[in-house]
Protein backbone atom coordinates (compact mmCIF):
# COMPACT_ATOMS: atom_id res chain seq x y z
CA UNK A 1 0.00 0.00 0.00
CA UNK A 2 2.70 2.52 0.91
CA UNK A 3 6.12 1.93 -0.55
CA UNK A 4 8.51 3.19 2.15
CA UNK A 5 12.39 3.05 0.91
CA UNK A 6 13.79 1.43 3.50
CA UNK A 7 16.87 3.94 4.78
CA UNK A 8 20.28 3.26 3.80
CA UNK A 9 22.94 2.51 6.29
CA UNK A 10 25.63 2.81 4.22
CA UNK A 11 27.07 6.14 5.41
CA UNK A 12 26.71 5.95 8.39
CA UNK A 13 30.65 5.18 9.42
CA UNK A 14 31.25 9.06 7.45
CA UNK A 15 28.26 10.67 9.29
CA UNK A 16 29.43 9.52 12.38
CA UNK A 17 32.80 10.41 11.92
CA UNK A 18 32.17 13.95 11.21
CA UNK A 19 30.38 14.06 14.35
CA UNK A 20 33.37 12.45 16.22
CA UNK A 21 35.27 14.93 15.01
CA UNK A 22 33.76 17.94 15.43
CA UNK A 23 35.44 20.19 18.68
CA UNK A 24 33.79 18.48 21.73
CA UNK A 25 34.58 15.32 23.41
CA UNK A 26 33.29 12.00 22.02
CA UNK A 27 29.58 11.82 22.86
CA UNK A 28 28.65 15.10 24.47
CA UNK A 29 25.63 16.41 22.72
CA UNK A 30 24.67 13.73 24.04
CA UNK A 31 20.78 12.84 22.12
CA UNK A 32 21.65 15.45 19.80
CA UNK A 33 24.50 12.96 18.16
CA UNK A 34 22.13 10.29 17.34
CA UNK A 35 19.47 12.92 16.18
CA UNK A 36 22.25 14.52 13.49
CA UNK A 37 23.07 11.13 12.15
CA UNK A 38 19.29 10.28 11.66
CA UNK A 39 19.01 13.60 10.36
CA UNK A 40 21.95 13.17 7.51
CA UNK A 41 20.41 9.25 6.87
CA UNK A 42 17.02 11.31 5.89
CA UNK A 43 18.01 14.23 4.23
CA UNK A 44 21.44 13.37 3.12
CA UNK A 45 24.88 13.85 5.10
CA UNK A 46 26.08 17.19 2.80
CA UNK A 47 24.04 19.72 4.73
CA UNK A 48 20.78 18.15 6.04
CA UNK A 49 18.75 21.28 6.81
CA UNK A 50 14.66 21.36 8.22
CA UNK A 51 12.80 22.94 5.29
CA UNK A 52 8.95 24.49 5.80
CA UNK A 53 8.42 22.52 9.31
CA UNK A 54 4.65 21.77 9.20
CA UNK A 55 2.04 21.01 11.66
CA UNK A 56 -0.70 19.67 10.76
CA UNK A 57 -3.92 18.98 13.57
CA UNK A 58 -6.26 16.25 12.69
CA UNK A 59 -9.41 16.59 14.01
CA UNK A 60 -12.21 13.88 14.65
CA UNK A 61 -14.76 13.14 17.51
CA UNK A 62 -15.45 9.56 19.18
CA UNK A 63 -18.76 7.82 19.68
CA UNK A 64 -17.45 6.31 23.13
CA UNK A 65 -17.08 10.19 24.66
CA UNK A 66 -21.02 10.40 24.93
CA UNK A 67 -20.13 7.56 27.71
CA UNK A 68 -18.65 9.38 30.24
CA UNK A 69 -15.02 8.85 29.77
CA UNK A 70 -14.01 12.62 29.20
CA UNK A 71 -13.63 15.87 31.30
CA UNK A 72 -15.47 17.48 28.55
CA UNK A 73 -18.33 17.19 26.14
CA UNK A 74 -17.59 16.41 22.16
CA UNK A 75 -18.91 20.15 21.24
CA UNK A 76 -15.30 20.66 22.91
CA UNK A 77 -13.79 19.04 19.77
CA UNK A 78 -15.22 21.89 16.99
CA UNK A 79 -14.80 24.55 19.61
CA UNK A 80 -11.03 23.90 20.28
CA UNK A 81 -11.18 23.76 15.67
CA UNK A 82 -13.19 27.08 15.99
CA UNK A 83 -9.72 28.55 18.14
CA UNK A 84 -7.45 26.83 16.02
CA UNK A 85 -8.67 28.80 13.08
CA UNK A 86 -9.05 31.61 15.55
CA UNK A 87 -5.06 31.61 16.30
CA UNK A 88 -5.91 31.22 20.38
CA UNK A 89 -4.79 27.63 21.08
CA UNK A 90 -1.47 26.38 22.25
CA UNK A 91 -0.44 24.95 19.25
CA UNK A 92 -1.47 28.23 17.64
CA UNK A 93 0.90 30.08 20.04
CA UNK A 94 4.01 27.65 19.58
CA UNK A 95 3.77 27.46 15.93
CA UNK A 96 3.87 30.88 15.62
CA UNK A 97 6.81 31.45 17.92
CA UNK A 98 8.89 28.45 16.51
CA UNK A 99 8.11 29.05 12.62
CA UNK A 100 5.51 26.38 11.86
CA UNK A 101 3.16 25.97 8.93
CA UNK A 102 -0.33 24.80 10.90
CA UNK A 103 -2.65 23.11 8.84
CA UNK A 104 -5.82 21.70 10.66
CA UNK A 105 -7.31 18.87 8.77
CA UNK A 106 -11.45 17.84 10.06
CA UNK A 107 -11.47 14.11 9.34
CA UNK A 108 -14.89 13.98 11.13
CA UNK A 109 -15.65 16.22 13.59
CA UNK A 110 -19.88 16.54 14.91
CA UNK A 111 -20.20 19.66 13.76
CA UNK A 112 -18.48 20.76 10.66
CA UNK A 113 -17.11 24.57 10.10
CA UNK A 114 -17.78 26.19 7.02
CA UNK A 115 -15.03 26.56 4.69
CA UNK A 116 -12.38 28.70 6.42
CA UNK A 117 -8.52 29.45 5.69
CA UNK A 118 -6.53 27.15 7.15
CA UNK A 119 -9.08 24.27 7.61
CA UNK A 120 -9.12 20.84 5.74
CA UNK A 121 -12.13 18.85 4.86
CA UNK A 122 -11.28 15.28 4.70
CA UNK A 123 -14.23 14.17 6.75
CA UNK A 124 -15.12 10.27 6.87
CA UNK A 125 -17.96 11.00 9.16
CA UNK A 126 -19.74 12.85 11.76
CA UNK A 127 -17.66 11.01 14.69
CA UNK A 128 -16.96 7.25 14.70
CA UNK A 129 -19.61 4.60 16.69
CA UNK A 130 -18.68 4.20 20.58
CA UNK A 131 -15.85 1.44 20.22
CA UNK A 132 -17.67 -0.59 23.38
CA UNK A 133 -20.89 -1.08 21.54
CA UNK A 134 -20.27 -1.13 17.60
CA UNK A 135 -16.86 -0.98 15.38
CA UNK A 136 -15.15 2.45 15.08
CA UNK A 137 -15.64 2.73 11.33
CA UNK A 138 -15.68 0.81 8.62
CA UNK A 139 -12.60 -1.05 6.74
CA UNK A 140 -13.70 1.50 3.52
CA UNK A 141 -12.96 4.22 5.65
CA UNK A 142 -10.04 3.31 6.70
CA UNK A 143 -8.42 2.94 3.46
CA UNK A 144 -10.24 6.21 2.67
CA UNK A 145 -8.52 8.03 5.27
CA UNK A 146 -5.49 6.56 4.48
CA UNK A 147 -5.43 7.72 0.94
CA UNK A 148 -6.72 11.14 1.93
CA UNK A 149 -3.81 11.65 4.59
CA UNK A 150 -1.26 10.54 2.05
CA UNK A 151 -2.59 13.04 -0.93
CA UNK A 152 -2.45 15.31 2.16
CA UNK A 153 1.28 15.00 2.54
CA UNK A 154 2.41 14.97 -0.78
CA UNK A 155 0.75 18.47 -1.21
CA UNK A 156 3.30 19.47 1.78
CA UNK A 157 5.76 17.59 0.21
CA UNK A 158 5.78 19.65 -2.94
CA UNK A 159 5.35 22.89 -0.99
CA UNK A 160 8.84 22.29 -0.12
CA UNK A 161 8.33 20.98 3.70
CA UNK A 162 10.57 17.88 4.80
CA UNK A 163 9.79 17.89 8.24
CA UNK A 164 5.67 17.40 9.47
CA UNK A 165 4.76 17.57 12.96
CA UNK A 166 1.05 15.80 14.10
CA UNK A 167 -1.04 16.50 16.43
CA UNK A 168 -4.53 15.86 17.32
CA UNK A 169 -7.96 16.92 18.68
CA UNK A 170 -10.69 14.65 19.67
CA UNK A 171 -12.72 14.64 22.69
CA UNK A 172 -12.88 10.91 24.22
CA UNK A 173 -9.77 9.85 21.40
CA UNK A 174 -7.48 8.65 24.51
CA UNK A 175 -9.67 6.26 25.17
CA UNK A 176 -9.68 4.87 21.31
CA UNK A 177 -5.71 5.27 21.63
CA UNK A 178 -5.82 3.39 24.85
CA UNK A 179 -7.83 0.41 22.57
CA UNK A 180 -5.81 0.30 19.89
CA UNK A 181 -2.02 0.04 21.77
CA UNK A 182 -3.64 -2.89 24.11
CA UNK A 183 -4.89 -4.68 21.07
CA UNK A 184 -1.70 -3.95 19.15
CA UNK A 185 0.63 -4.95 22.11
CA UNK A 186 -1.14 -7.81 24.23
CA UNK A 187 -0.38 -5.20 27.14
CA UNK A 188 -2.54 -5.30 30.06
CA UNK A 189 -5.78 -2.54 29.87
CA UNK A 190 -4.47 -0.78 32.84
CA UNK A 191 -1.31 -0.06 31.44
CA UNK A 192 -2.60 1.56 28.19
CA UNK A 193 -6.11 3.32 29.87
CA UNK A 194 -4.77 6.67 31.98
CA UNK A 195 -6.32 10.31 32.86
CA UNK A 196 -6.59 11.72 29.58
CA UNK A 197 -8.46 15.69 30.27
CA UNK A 198 -7.75 14.49 34.08
CA UNK A 199 -11.19 12.24 35.08
CA UNK A 200 -11.36 11.59 38.49
CA UNK A 201 -11.24 8.14 40.02
CA UNK A 202 -14.78 6.79 39.49
CA UNK A 203 -14.68 7.99 35.45
CA UNK A 204 -11.22 6.06 35.10
CA UNK A 205 -13.00 3.04 36.24
CA UNK A 206 -16.05 3.69 33.89
CA UNK A 207 -13.27 4.18 31.22
CA UNK A 208 -11.23 0.71 31.96
CA UNK A 209 -14.64 -1.06 31.95
CA UNK A 210 -15.52 0.33 28.82
CA UNK A 211 -12.38 -0.57 27.21
CA UNK A 212 -12.72 -3.57 28.48
CA UNK A 213 -15.59 -4.32 26.79
CA UNK A 214 -14.82 -2.77 23.60
CA UNK A 215 -11.63 -5.37 23.33
CA UNK A 216 -14.19 -8.19 23.91
CA UNK A 217 -16.17 -7.44 21.51
CA UNK A 218 -13.67 -7.06 18.49
CA UNK A 219 -12.02 -10.27 19.73
CA UNK A 220 -8.80 -7.67 20.97
CA UNK A 221 -8.27 -9.17 25.08
CA UNK A 222 -4.82 -9.17 26.24
CA UNK A 223 -3.70 -12.54 25.56
CA UNK A 224 -1.81 -13.14 29.01
CA UNK A 225 1.25 -14.05 27.42
CA UNK A 226 -0.46 -16.60 24.91
CA UNK A 227 1.24 -16.36 21.61
CA UNK A 228 -1.14 -15.30 18.97
CA UNK A 229 -0.90 -13.96 15.22
CA UNK A 230 -0.31 -10.43 15.25
CA UNK A 231 -3.65 -8.34 14.62
CA UNK A 232 -4.06 -7.15 11.74
CA UNK A 233 -3.37 -2.66 12.29
CA UNK A 234 -6.07 -2.13 9.76
CA UNK A 235 -9.03 -4.33 11.44
CA UNK A 236 -7.74 -2.77 14.83
CA UNK A 237 -7.80 0.93 13.46
CA UNK A 238 -11.45 -0.37 12.01
CA UNK A 239 -13.04 -1.65 15.33
CA UNK A 240 -10.94 0.58 17.94
CA UNK A 241 -9.73 3.79 16.27
CA UNK A 242 -10.53 6.94 15.43
CA UNK A 243 -10.70 9.27 12.12
CA UNK A 244 -8.02 11.30 13.14
CA UNK A 245 -5.98 8.39 14.38
CA UNK A 246 -6.51 6.93 11.07
CA UNK A 247 -5.19 10.04 9.27
CA UNK A 248 -2.58 10.59 11.38
CA UNK A 249 -1.14 7.16 10.95
CA UNK A 250 -1.68 7.71 6.91
CA UNK A 251 0.14 11.15 6.90
CA UNK A 252 3.18 9.32 8.70
CA UNK A 253 3.15 6.41 6.33
CA UNK A 254 3.30 9.19 3.46
CA UNK A 255 5.54 11.22 4.93
CA UNK A 256 8.49 8.53 5.43
CA UNK A 257 7.53 7.28 1.71
CA UNK A 258 8.55 11.02 0.19
CA UNK A 259 11.56 10.44 2.67
CA UNK A 260 10.87 12.97 4.96
CA UNK A 261 11.04 13.29 9.05
CA UNK A 262 7.93 12.92 11.31
CA UNK A 263 7.61 14.40 14.32
CA UNK A 264 5.74 12.68 16.41
CA UNK A 265 3.71 13.82 19.43
CA UNK A 266 1.81 12.65 22.60
CA UNK A 267 -0.05 9.24 23.21
CA UNK A 268 -2.28 9.85 20.77
CA UNK A 269 0.08 10.66 18.06
CA UNK A 270 2.36 7.90 19.21
CA UNK A 271 -0.45 5.39 19.04
CA UNK A 272 -0.61 6.43 15.22
CA UNK A 273 3.34 5.75 14.90
CA UNK A 274 2.69 2.25 16.29
CA UNK A 275 -0.10 1.62 13.97
CA UNK A 276 2.34 3.02 10.84
CA UNK A 277 5.23 0.82 12.03
CA UNK A 278 2.83 -2.21 12.02
CA UNK A 279 1.97 -1.58 8.47
CA UNK A 280 5.20 -0.85 7.52
CA UNK A 281 8.64 -1.55 9.42
CA UNK A 282 10.36 0.69 7.41
CA UNK A 283 8.78 3.94 8.90
CA UNK A 284 9.94 3.71 12.46
CA UNK A 285 13.81 5.29 10.15
CA UNK A 286 11.58 8.96 9.54
CA UNK A 287 10.05 9.22 13.14
CA UNK A 288 11.52 11.44 16.19
CA UNK A 289 9.75 10.98 18.74
CA UNK A 290 9.43 14.60 20.72
CA UNK A 291 8.72 14.13 24.21
CA UNK A 292 7.39 11.35 26.46
CA UNK A 293 3.35 12.64 27.84
CA UNK A 294 2.14 11.91 31.22
CA UNK A 295 -0.50 10.09 30.37
CA UNK A 296 -0.54 6.85 31.26
CA UNK A 297 1.04 4.23 28.52
CA UNK A 298 2.90 6.62 27.07
CA UNK A 299 6.09 5.25 28.23
CA UNK A 300 5.53 1.39 27.94
CA UNK A 301 4.31 2.67 24.21
CA UNK A 302 7.70 4.69 23.20
CA UNK A 303 9.33 1.61 24.79
CA UNK A 304 7.67 -0.65 22.16
CA UNK A 305 8.88 1.43 19.53
CA UNK A 306 12.26 1.56 21.20
CA UNK A 307 12.18 5.34 21.12
CA UNK A 308 14.10 7.82 23.18
CA UNK A 309 11.99 10.67 23.69
CA UNK A 310 13.54 14.46 23.23
CA UNK A 311 11.81 15.84 25.97
CA UNK A 312 10.21 15.07 29.25
CA UNK A 313 7.67 18.69 30.64
CA UNK A 314 5.30 16.69 32.62
CA UNK A 315 3.00 17.48 28.81
CA UNK A 316 -0.90 16.48 28.78
CA UNK A 317 -2.56 18.37 25.90
CA UNK A 318 -2.03 16.57 22.65
CA UNK A 319 -2.72 19.30 19.80
CA UNK A 320 1.00 18.31 18.51
CA UNK A 321 2.22 20.73 21.64
CA UNK A 322 5.15 18.78 22.16
CA UNK A 323 5.96 18.13 18.58
CA UNK A 324 5.81 21.90 18.29
CA UNK A 325 8.45 22.44 20.92
CA UNK A 326 11.07 20.06 20.07
CA UNK A 327 11.80 21.40 16.38
CA UNK A 328 14.64 23.69 17.86
CA UNK A 329 16.41 20.42 19.22
CA UNK A 330 15.72 19.14 15.89
CA UNK A 331 17.20 22.44 13.80
CA UNK A 332 20.04 22.28 16.53
CA UNK A 333 21.39 18.79 15.50
CA UNK A 334 21.24 19.56 12.09
CA UNK A 335 23.05 23.01 12.93
CA UNK A 336 26.02 21.61 14.99
CA UNK A 337 26.53 19.03 11.81
CA UNK A 338 26.60 21.59 9.47
CA UNK A 339 28.20 24.46 11.17
CA UNK A 340 30.18 23.68 13.84
CA UNK A 341 34.13 23.24 12.98
CA UNK A 342 36.09 19.92 13.24
CA UNK A 343 39.40 19.74 15.01
CA UNK A 344 41.60 20.30 11.90
CA UNK A 345 39.41 23.35 10.82
CA UNK A 346 39.40 24.99 14.58
CA UNK A 347 43.12 23.81 14.97
CA UNK A 348 41.76 22.15 18.19
CA UNK A 349 44.30 19.06 19.49
CA UNK A 350 41.99 16.13 18.62
CA UNK A 351 40.99 14.22 21.77
CA UNK A 352 39.55 11.05 19.24
C1 LIG B 1 -10.22 22.47 26.18
C2 LIG B 1 -9.43 21.28 25.69
C3 LIG B 1 -8.40 21.47 24.75
C4 LIG B 1 -7.65 20.37 24.32
N1 LIG B 1 -6.64 20.30 23.45
C5 LIG B 1 -6.26 19.04 23.37
N2 LIG B 1 -7.00 18.26 24.15
C6 LIG B 1 -6.75 16.84 24.34
O1 LIG B 1 -7.75 16.19 25.10
C7 LIG B 1 -8.46 15.20 24.38
C8 LIG B 1 -8.14 13.81 24.87
O2 LIG B 1 -8.50 13.60 26.17
P1 LIG B 1 -9.83 12.76 26.57
O3 LIG B 1 -9.67 11.40 26.00
O4 LIG B 1 -9.82 12.76 28.08
O5 LIG B 1 -11.00 13.51 26.02
C9 LIG B 1 -8.04 15.39 22.94
O6 LIG B 1 -8.92 16.25 22.31
C10 LIG B 1 -6.66 15.96 23.09
O7 LIG B 1 -6.14 16.54 21.96
C11 LIG B 1 -7.91 19.08 24.77
C12 LIG B 1 -8.95 18.85 25.69
C13 LIG B 1 -9.71 19.96 26.15
C14 LIG B 1 -10.83 19.73 27.14
O1 LIG C 1 -0.24 12.73 25.36
C1 LIG C 1 -1.17 13.26 24.72
O2 LIG C 1 -1.08 13.46 23.50
C2 LIG C 1 -2.44 13.64 25.43
C3 LIG C 1 -2.63 13.41 26.76
C4 LIG C 1 -3.81 13.77 27.37
C5 LIG C 1 -4.79 14.38 26.63
N1 LIG C 1 -4.61 14.60 25.32
C6 LIG C 1 -3.46 14.24 24.72
Redesign the pocket.
Known sequence: MFNIPALSHAGDAEIQHRIDHKTKPPGALGELEPLALQLARVLGKEAPAIRRPTMLVFAADHGI?AHG????PSA??TQ?VHNFLGGGAAINVFCRQLGYELEVIDCGILEPLPPTPGLVAQRLGAGTGAIHLEAAMTQAQVTQGLALARALVARHHEAGANLIALG????????SAAAVMAALTGLPLTDCVGR??G?DDAALANKRALLARALALHGDEPTSGQAQARPDPLRVLACLGGFEIVQMTGAMLAAAELGMLVLVDGF?ATVSALLAVRLNANARDYMIFAHESEERGHKLLLAELGARPLLSLGLR???GTGAALALPLVQAAANFYNQMASFDEAGVTSVV
Not at 69 to 72: G, K, R, T, Y
Not at 168 to 175: D, P, V
Open positions: AVSIAVTMEMGIGNTSGTIILGE
